[in-house]
């Protein structure tokens, strides 16, 4: 009963680098979703999608690249890489989306990311 | 611009107290509520819901409670055990701006043996 596997778990990265944070759902959700949580705020979403082959972005996008060519997977990646960027990254996957039942969000274990 | 706020950072009860965790949102357009706990270096999980529709819904020892007047929810925990200890997040989702989720900070709740 895996639900939404992260990975890696950690990470540092030096300035300039790129990388893809993995993300894998088992859970046949349609819609998928990358938040960054920063230390002391709430989640900011990063990108999301509503099915494979669809995706949109969320609240703060820039510097962020995702694909969604299976229902299963939606890596997230990063380009360049920047100490704003510097944030605890969450993956999510839902049933639904909106209001109402099916809509909550099951969340990976995150991917605590470092930029120096 | 804050639009769900919890005021309270952290809050620290006794064993089998009741925990009162709050939160205040500002636009009306919000129309469903979500609390999700979180555990140190886990993701969030989901805890319970409420729809704008209701003012009450209760789910085993958790309760949300809604006052849509005074932009105001509240979840309470009763009896609270020391495995509730964890940060709570409450999130507003918003019917008028493409179905976003907006989240508060969190508010770390200590429950002492």
């Known amino acids: 009963n895996a639900g939404v596997t992260q990975t890696p778990k950690f990470r540092i990265l030096k300035i300039g680098q790129s990388m893809t944070l993995q993300c894998a759902q088992d859970m046949n959700h349609n819609y998928m979703y990358w938040y960054r949580q920063d230390p002391g705020m709430g989640l900011k979403l990063i990108y999301y999608?509503?099915?494979?082959?669809?995706?949109d972005k969320g609240e703060v996008p820039n510097g962020y690249n995702v694909s969604r060519s299976t229902t299963e997977d939606f890596p997230l990646r990063l380009e360049l890489a920047a100490p704003s960027q510097t944030s605890v990254y969450f993956c999510?996957?839902?049933?639904?989306?909106?209001?109402?039942?099916?809509?909550?969000?099951?969340f990976g274990q995150g991917t605590r990311l470092t930029v120096v | 611009d804050q639009q769900v706020k919890q005021n309270s950072p952290s809050l620290s009860v006794q064993e089998g107290r009741i925990s009162i965790l709050n939160c205040d949102y500002t636009n009306s357009m919000f129309d469903y509520f979500l609390w999700y706990k979180k555990y140190p270096a886990e993701g969030p999980t989901f805890l319970i819901s409420i729809s704008s529709i209701k003012d009450k819904n209760e789910d085993g020892r958790f309760t949300v409670f809604l006052n849509k007047s005074a932009k105001h929810l509240s979840l309470h925990i009763v009896p609270s055990q020391p495995g509730d200890s964890a940060v709570y997040f409450c999130a507003a989702h918003n019917a008028g701006n493409n179905r976003k989720l907006i989240w508060g900070l969190g508010t770390s709740l200590a429950v002492n043996p």
């Open positions: 999510a996957s839902s049933y639904a989306r909106g209001a109402g039942r099916g809509t909550e969000a099951f």
């Open positions: 999608s509503v099915g494979a082959g669809i995706t």
